[in-house]
Nanobody, 115 residues
Framework: QVQLVESGGGLVQPGGSLRLSCAAS????????MAWYRQAPGKERELVAG???????NYPDSVKGRFTISRDNAKNAVYLQMNSLKPEDTAVYYC?????????WGQGTLVTVSS
């Protein structure tokens, strides 16, 4: 239906920045709501940023003011700019696409924030 591939994860120092990318293929990208989720060891997967097909964004308080989600429909891509990273941001980050009741997940990219 839709294929999602994340990239941009890695090791970063506290206070540093990373930009994650998610490339989509196989479907009409512009009709999907897109989101980034993360899952740390022993934790539930949680939403960190969402963007609707119309461009409306939402963030939980834990990342508000530090993370920014954006989309480029012409490139079939969604991005997550992460600034002022904290050790508690360490997790596998997953891109998702949703339309109606359907949700598709990428394979994830690991972000490690450590000195």
């Amino acid at each position: 239906q839709v294929q999602l591939v994340e990239s941009g994860g890695g090791l970063v120092q506290p206070g540093g920045s990373l930009r994650l990318s998610c490339a989509a293929s196989g479907s009409i990208f512009s009709v999907y709501a897109m989101a980034w989720y993360r899952q740390a060891p022993g934790k539930e997967r949680e939403l960190v940023a969402g963007i609707t097909s119309g461009g409306r964004t939402n963030y939980p308080d834990s990342v508000k003011g530090r993370f920014t989600i954006s989309r480029d429909n012409a490139k079939n891509a969604v991005y997550l700019q992460m600034n002022s990273l904290k050790p508690e941001d360490t997790a596998v980050y997953y891109c998702s696409a949703s339309r109606g009741s359907y949700r598709h997940w990428g394979q994830g990219t690991l972000v490690t924030v450590s000195s």
